[in-house]
């Protein structure tokens, strides 16, 4: 019986040009003007950072 054998890796210049474009849209949009909002990448986990004051 064959077998197929599937592989799956994350291209890192790919993931930092997604995690910059994101940083970008963010750094436009209007409802985020005036907030130190950003994408960090830090040992393989993505957080979204954003200061809100309540």
Same mark, same amino acid.
């Given at each position: 019986?064959?077998? =197929?054998?599937i #592989?799956?890796? @994350?291209? /890192?210049?790919? =993931? =930092?040009?997604a @995690?910059?474009?994101?940083?970008?849209? @963010?750094?436009?949009?209007?409802?985020?003007?005036? #907030?130190? /909002?950003?994408?960090i990448?830090?040992?393989?986990?993505i957080? =979204?950072?954003s200061?809100?004051?309540?």
């Amino acid at each position: 019986m064959p077998s =197929l054998d599937i #592989k799956s890796e @994350i291209d /890192s210049h790919e =993931l =930092l040009n997604a @995690i910059d474009q994101a940083n970008r849209v @963010i750094s436009n949009r209007f409802d985020f003007k005036g #907030k130190d /909002s950003k994408f960090i990448l830090d040992n393989e986990e993505i957080t =979204l950072a954003s200061q809100e004051e309540f």
